[in-house]
Structure formats: structure tokens, C-alpha cells
């Protein structure tokens, strides 16, 4: 899923806005069929330049947050945005408030990948460890993501 730069940075000021107040801490809140954040064995932790590298871009970053950072770039004329974490339970907090926008995500260890189809997703999770989640938009069931 593409989400247009303006919508992806609301979201994540506001997932900042969460996090920063501590909200984000202790819920026990989880995405109904997206797995728990089971992280292949063969993920690390990598960072938005690390990411942008792996699939042959530069990264930019857009945004700087508490315990994370967000940066993009394009490959081919499609949008990527890279974040990672400083913490799982930052993570796992902002994949809980994307739910609600819906999307595609690579989610490897202390980091988040989102760009095309969940195909495109898939190879990369060969590629660089991780799993794919596939979240709905709020109030409708995802389809749950086979990896």
C-alpha cells in the first residue's frame, strides 16, 4: 500500500505524541490477525540507511522521534519508508497505531519496511530477514499474512 508522505508523517507524529506521553507503554493492545512481532531468526537490527542500502537507495530522513527515525526513498519510481527503533515496545506501539491507516509492513528487529505490494515485501523479507504484516484499516478485519 502507498500511503502519500503527508499521511505517513501525521501518523507518526502522532504514534511520537503517544510514545513520548507513555501511552505506548504496558498495552497489551495487539493487531487481531497480524502475528505477534515473530522476527525471523536471521533478523537484525538495521537502520534506515542500512534498510535504504539493501534495496539499492539512499535514504532521507524525514523524521526524527523520541525512539525512532523515519526516512525514504524511491527505487524504480516507488515510494519506500524506512523506520527503526530504538526499543521492540516502541515498535510494537507504532505498528498497533498504524493499524488503524492500514498497510503493508516488513517488520524485522527493531525495524519497519513498507513500500509496494505485499509480494514485493515478501522478497525482501528474503532478502533481509523479517516477516510481513498485513494491517487493516481501523474497524475491518486484515486478512492474516503468510510468510
Not at 506501539?93 to 488503524?100: K, S, T, V
Not at 519497519?112 to 487493516?136: F, N, R
Request: aromatic fraction near 6%; hydrophobic fraction near 40%; include cysteine.
Amino acid at each position: 500500500m502507498h500511503c502519500p508522505p503527508r499521511l505517513v508523517i501525521t501518523v507518526l507524529a502522532a504514534a511520537s505524541a503517544l510514545l513520548v506521553a507513555g501511552c505506548g507503554a504496558g498495552t497489551e493492545a495487539t493487531v487481531a490477525s497480524s502475528p505477534s512481532p515473530s522476527v525471523s531468526k536471521a533478523s537484525r537490527a538495521l537502520t534506515v540507511k542500512q534498510l535504504a542500502a539493501a534495496v539499492g537507495c539512499t535514504a532521507k530522513i524525514t523524521s526524527k522521534a523520541a525512539d525512532y527515525r523515519q526516512a525514504t526513498c524511491k527505487v524504480s519510481g516507488v515510494e519506500h519508508v524506512f523506520l527503526d527503533f530504538d526499543t521492540a515496545a516502541g515498535q510494537r506501539a507504532w505498528l498497533d497505531y498504524a493499524e488503524m491507516y492500514g498497510g503493508i509492513y516488513l517488520v524485522g528487529n527493531r525495524w519497519v519496511l513498507s513500500a509496494k505490494s505485499k509480494e514485493y515485501m515478501q522478497t525482501l523479507s528474503a532478502k533481509l530477514g523479517g516477516t510481513v504484516e498485513e494491517q487493516g484499516a481501523y474497524g475491518s478485519s486484515p486478512a492474516p499474512s503468510s510468510s
